[in-house]
């Protein structure tokens, strides 16, 4: 009972920390190039803009993303 309701506690602060990071820092690195907007080509002799990314070096996180489409939903409903 005790550890049921102590990882439910550890849950919920857990997803409340991460919507308040997601509100704060919505974005995130790009995972494919690590920030840089580019990558090396794979011959290793140019860089190319990253694709994922389109060349700024950032993505949007999971958690706004699903902020984003829940706000979205929220908002064609009314
Ligand atoms: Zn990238």
Redesign the pocket.
């Known amino acids: 009972m005790t550890l049921t309701l102590t990882a439910t506690v550890a849950a919920v602060l857990l997803a409340v920390g991460y919507y308040i990071e997601c509100a704060v820092f919505p974005w995130g ?11 090396m080509s794979p011959t290793g002799k140019h860089w190319r ?11 949007l996180r999971v958690g706004r993303r699903v902020w984003n489409w829940l706000q979205r939903r929220h908002r064609d409903a009314t």
């Not at 995972?31 to 907007?37: I, V």
């Not at 803009?49 to 993505?59: A, F, L, M, N, V």
């Open positions: 690195k790009c995972l494919k190039c690590e920030g840089n907007g580019k990558k803009p990253c694709r994922r990314c389109k060349g700024t070096g950032k993505r």
